[in-house]
């Protein structure tokens, strides 16, 4: 059965970091794509970044460059979103989401988000 | 950038009765198009891919149409469990992006 499970949210203070982690089981992060996508409160999706699945690969939402980075550890089967310079925008529940098994960039598999608040 | 736009924002209508859900692109994305369900509080559900596909274990009630710049989402005979947002997404390019949403709730 597929899971993800994203963990590292928290409040933290403009111009600070975080590193939210994706634990993925049931499949291998080197057989897919993973995608991270954000939902600010009371607003829609915006796609944030995707490291192909044979990591050779990644793309980041263009205001994000330079900020934010996903990268993997394939050892222990989990997805990584550095996220630094925090501003006020960037609050929102941030999910992990695993391609579709067609290799096609839709999202078949989400995990529950976790929550970034940024605020001083 | 392609952006998607999502008409209407929001849909008023009864169980048992019809919706139907737009989204337009600003280039054609060819049939490169997925439909997400939304309810409060949980994440994103797949429901249709390139266009036309239903994902596994979505009911036939669903259906996706469309291909160039307008898609069509048709959910015939509104069950409860179907009022939510929908968002459509395209992979012509990076970035990928959502179109706003509708919202269907009960009239």
């Known amino acids: 059965q597929v899971q993800l499970m994203e963990s590292g949210g928290g409040v933290v203070q403009p111009g600070g970091s975080l590193r939210l982690s994706c634990a993925a089981s049931?499949?291998?992060?080197?057989?897919?794509?993973m995608h991270w996508v954000r939902q600010a409160p009371g607003k829609g999706l915006e796609w944030m970044a995707v490291?192909?699945?044979?990591?050779?690969?990644?793309y980041h939402i263009e205001y994000a460059k330079g900020r934010f980075n996903i990268s993997r550890d394939i050892s222990k089967n989990v997805l990584h979103l550095q996220m630094n310079n925090l501003r006020s925008e960037d609050t929102a529940i941030y999910y992990c989401?695993?391609?579709?098994?067609?290799?096609?960039?839709?999202?078949?598999?989400w995990g529950q988000g976790t929550l970034v608040t940024v605020s001083s | 950038e392609v952006v998607l736009t999502q008409s209407p924002a929001t849909l008023s209508l009864s169980p048992g009765e019809s919706a139907t859900l737009s989204c337009r692109a600003s280039q054609s994305v060819v049939r490169y198009i997925a439909w997400y369900q939304q309810k409060s509080g949980q994440a994103p559900r797949l429901l249709i891919y390139e266009a036309s596909r239903r994902a596994s274990g979505i009911p036939a009630r669903f259906r996706g149409s469309g291909s160039g710049t307008d898609f069509t989402l048709t959910i015939s005979s509104l069950e409860p469990e179907d009022f939510a947002v929908y968002y459509c997404q395209h992979r012509y390019n990076w970035p990928l992006t959502f179109g706003g949403g509708t919202k269907v709730e009960i009239k």
């Open positions: 049931g499949f291998n992060l080197g057989d897919f794509g």
């Open positions: 490291m192909t699945y044979d990591g050779k690969s990644e």
């Open positions: 989401a695993r391609i579709h098994r067609s290799g096609w960039d839709y999202l078949d598999s």
